[in-house]
C-alpha cells in the first residue's frame, strides 16, 4: 500500500508483487480470508508429508514434530480470527461519519521474509500468516537446499498463494529493492535498510537463568534440562548457561540427573545429521579440553556440565547442540554482575521467590524475562524481534506489519488553545495562560514506604544488631554494679 514507485524499477520476478501491491489487493479484508483458507486448506492436505520431512530433516521426535506443526497452524487461526469485516467497515468509515480516526492503519506494502533454519516450516508460517494479517504482498526467501520442508513449502505455498500477492525468491535482490520492503530478518540482528523498519530476530544473544535457593529446585531441574534437551538443543531460547546458589548446587545437580535420565540414555539416539550451509565445530569434543570443567553426566551427542572457571568460553558461547552449563553463583548480585559484564540477552528465567525473581529479572539486562518458568512455545521459530512487543499469543503481532496512518477530524484541546494564543485571546474554558505557567503540584507522597525486598533484610541486620549491642550494655550495666 505504501509503494509507488514504477514496477519496472524492481527486479522482473517481482513485477506481479509491486503491482498487486500497488493496486492494493491485499487491503480487502475478504481478500485475506480466502487466501487464509487456502493457506491452511493446503498445508493440511500435505500434512503428514510435512510431518515427515520435518522428521528427516531435523532428527526431532514425533512428539516435537507434532509440537511444531500444532503451534504453526494454531498461528494461522489465530491471525485469520482477528480478521473482523465489521469492525474493519466501522473504522474505515470513522471520518465520513464526522469521527476521529486515531488508531487507522495501513499495511508496510511488501514484506520480505528471511526465515531462520531453526523449525523452519514454524519460523516461515508465523511470519507469513502475521504479514497477511495486516494485509500485506509478502516475498519469501527460500534458497535452493537439500531440505525436504523447503522443496515442500516451495511447492505448497506457490499453489496455495495468490501469485500477485505472494512470490518466492531463492536469491536476496539487492538494496534498492529491499528499501522498498519492510525486512523480516530471522536469521540475525544485522542491520539492512529498508523504508519502513527491520522486524529482526536477535539471534546470537543468549538465553540465562538463574536458579536461587529460594526457588523450586524439582520444577527448575525439570524446565531447564526439558528446555535444553529439546529440539537437538538448537532452540535459540534454550538456556545457555544456569547459574546456581552455590548452596542449593548439588541438590540441583541430583535432580537434574534425574530428569535427563528420563528424557536420554547414555545410549540413545543423538541428533540426526542435519544439512548445515557451513561445519561448525561441537563444545560437546571441546569440554574434555576446557580448564576448570567438570562433567558430571554424559551421554551420546548430550552432557551436562559443571564450569568452575569464569573465563571459560562456555560461559560466554551461544550454545546449539545439547549442551547443559551449570555454573556456582555465591549471591544475586554476583549472578547479575556476571551477565551484566556480558551484555544484553535475549532472555533469563529466574526460579526464586517473587521478590528475588523481581530484583533479577529488572537488573539483568535482557529483553524478555521469565519467572519460574520456561516458556516452552517459544523453543520453536524465531526470537522475538529486537524492539517489539511480546504477544504471548502468536510470535508476531499483525501491527508490527503495518503503519500508523491517524485521521483527525474534530479540533483538539490542543489545537484549541495554540489558536486561541496565537490570535491573543483565552479560551473560556482556560482560567489564564499563567496557570501552565505556574510550579507543579507538590508531590504527594503518603509518609514511610512499603518494605522489600532488600529493605526488610537492612531492618533484619540493624534490628539483630541492635539487639546484641543492648544486651552487651545491659550485661556491662550488671557486672558493673555487682562489682561496687
Not at 11 to 24: C, E, H, L, M, S
Not at 39 to 48: D, E, K, P, V
Not at 63 to 79: D, F, N, P, T, W
Request: proline residues 6%; contains cysteine; glycine residues 6%.
Amino acid at each position: 500500500m505504501e509503494l509507488t514507485s514504477n514496477p519496472t524499477s524492481h527486479p522482473p520476478q517481482f513485477a506481479a508483487i509491486v503491482a498487486g501491491n500497488i493496486d492494493g489487493r491485499s487491503i480487502n479484508v475478504r481478500y485475506r480470508q480466502r487466501q487464509f483458507h487456502r493457506l491452511q486448506a493446503s498445508i493440511l492436505n500435505r500434512l503428514a508429508e510435512f510431518k515427515h520431512a520435518i522428521a528427516q530433516d531435523s532428527g526431532h521426535s514425533p512428539e516435537e514434530v507434532q509440537a511444531e506443526v500444532c503451534l504453526a497452524m494454531k498461528e494461522i487461526r489465530s491471525h485469520y480470527l482477528s480478521l473482523n469485516i465489521e469492525e474493519s467497515l466501522q473504522v474505515e468509515y470513522r471520518v465520513a461519519h464526522g469521527q476521529d480516526n486515531l488508531t487507522q492503519r495501513r499495511s508496510a506494502g511488501i514484506v520480505y521474509i528471511i526465515p531462520t533454519t531453526h523449525t523452519i516450516f514454524y519460523s516461515v508460517v508465523v511470519a507469513l500468516s502475521a504479514a497477511l494479517a495486516e494485509g500485506n504482498c509478502i516475498i519469501l526467501e527460500l534458497p535452493k537446499t537439500t531440505w525436504r520442508v523447503t522443496a515442500l513449502l516451495r511447492s505448497v505455498l506457490v499453489t496455495a498463494m495468490d501469485a500477485d500477492t505472494f512470490a518466492i525468491s531463492e536469491t536476496r535482490p539487492d538494496e534498492k529493492f529491499l528499501r522498498t520492503t519492510l525486512l523480516v530478518n530471522q536469521q540475525s540482528s544485522d542491520i539492512l535498510p529498508t523504508a519502513f523498519g527491520l522486524l529482526s530476530s536477535p539471534s546470537g544473544l543468549r538465553a540465562v537463568a538463574v536458579v536461587d535457593r529460594t526457588a523450586n529446585l524439582q520444577e527448575a531441574a525439570t524446565d531447564l534440562v526439558s528446555s535444553r534437551f529439546a529440539l537437538n538443543g538448537r532452540s535459540p531460547y534454550a538456556p545457555d548457561m544456569v547459574l546456581v546458589n552455590q548452596f542449593c548446587m548439588q541438590p540441583f545437580i541430583e535432580l537434574v540427573i534425574k530428569h535427563a535420565a528420563k528424557l536420554l540414555t547414555s545410549d540413545g539416539p543423538g541428533p540426526a545429521t542435519v544439512p548445515k550451509h557451513g561445519k561448525e565445530p561441537s563444545m560437546l569434543d571441546k569440554i574434555g579440553s576446557e580448564n576448570g570443567v567438570k562433567v558430571i553426566v554424559s551421554g551420546t551427542s548430550w552432557a551436562v556440565v559443571k564450569v568452575h572457571n569464569r573465563n571459560s568460553t562456555l560461559l560466554q558461547s551461544k550454545i546449539k547442540e545439547r549442551l547443559l552449563v551449570l555454573h556456582p553463583m555465591s549471591s544475586l548480585d554476583d549472578a547479575i554482575n556476571l551477565c551484566n559484564d556480558t551484555g544484553a540477552h535475549a532472555a533469563t528465567y529466574t526460579f526464586a521467590a517473587h521478590d528475588a525473581a523481581k530484583y533479577v529479572s529488572e537488573s539483568i539486562d535482557a529483553h524478555t524475562a521469565w519467572i519460574n518458568h520456561v516458556p516452552y512455545d517459544m523453543l520453536f521459530g524465531p526470537m522475538i524481534p529486537l524492539n517489539s512487543p511480546l504477544s504471548l499469543s502468536t510470535r508476531y503481532t499483525p501491527e508490527s506489519f503495518g503503519v500508523p496512518r491517524p485521521q483527525v477530524v474534530n479540533r483538539s484541546g490542543n489545537t484549541v488553545l495554540a489558536k486561541s494564543l496565537l490570535e491573543g485571546k483565552v479560551p473560556k474554558s482556560i482560567r489564564s495562560a499563567q496557570e501552565f505557567l505556574s510550579p507543579l503540584p507538590e508531590i504527594e507522597q503518603r509518609p514511610g514506604h512499603k518494605i522489600g525486598f532488600f529493605e526488610q533484610g537492612i531492618i533484619t541486620g540493624g534490628l539483630i544488631t541492635l539487639t546484641s549491642l543492648i544486651t552487651i550494655v545491659s550485661a556491662a550495666g550488671y557486672w558493673a554494679l555487682r562489682m561496687r
